[in-house]
């Protein structure tokens, strides 16, 4: 089992910055997958951009160039840095952490981006 602890979301102006943090604690195995996905009332669950273990990387389209994501493996945590945010980036966004056999989702926190 695998517990995810998301925190950083809030409100923030148009052109802001937050940075989200998701720390995994548990059976957590080596080879793993750590990522965010955002989701709005009424639509699916989307991914945001997501670092593997090995360190690869993919981002969504509409966050290239401002969203940044990064993963501290000792502490089991990723992160999130997200620059020039847009009232469309607004959403609950999910910390997700997958292993070869499992998934596993954050309870989701909040950013709201105000025009």
């Known amino acids: 089992q695998v517990q995810l602890v998301e925190s950083g979301g809030g409100l923030v102006q148009a052109g802001g910055s937050l940075r989200l943090s998701c720390a995994a604690s548990?059976?957590?195995?080596?080879?793993?997958?750590m990522g965010w996905y955002r989701q709005n009332p009424g639509k699916q669950r989307d991914l945001v951009a997501f670092i593997t273990s090995g360190g690869n990387i993919n981002y969504a389209d509409s966050v290239k160039g401002r969203f940044t994501i990064s993963r501290d493996n000792d502490k089991n945590t990723v992160y999130l840095q997200m620059n020039s945010l847009k009232p469309e980036d607004t959403s609950v966004y999910y910390c997700?952490?997958?292993?070869?056999?499992?998934?596993?989702w954050g309870q989701g926190t909040q950013v709201t981006v105000s025009s």
């Open positions: 548990g059976s957590i195995s080596k080879i793993n997958v």
């Open positions: 997700n952490f997958r292993s070869l056999t499992n998934n596993y």
